[in-house]
């Protein structure tokens, strides 16, 4: 599995009224529905959220590697 987190970038270009899709609650509803580890809305003009978004990234395919490894290392004892 590969881990995947949403980013909407150009946020600081939203305008009023708001879209549906340009509220966070719904970035976040649409992630969690579609298998996404996470969602920001981001900004990289204003430098929003984009250092918390691949921080996440990281910290969820680090986390990913490390079960693997577990899980592998499980599975190889208990063929001995």
């Known amino acids: 599995p590969v881990p995947f987190v949403l980013a909407q970038n150009k946020i600081d270009m939203i305008t009023e009224p708001e879209r549906e899709f340009q509220r966070e ?44 490894q577990e899980t592998t290392s499980i599975k190889n004892r208990e063929s001995l």
């Open 25 to 68: 609650e719904y970035v976040q509803e649409f992630a969690l529905k579609n298998g996404f580890l996470g969602a920001f809305q981001t900004s990289a003009k204003n430098n929003l959220n984009i250092e918390e978004c691949f921080d996440c990234l990281v910290e969820k395919s680090i986390d990913l590697v490390l079960r693997t």
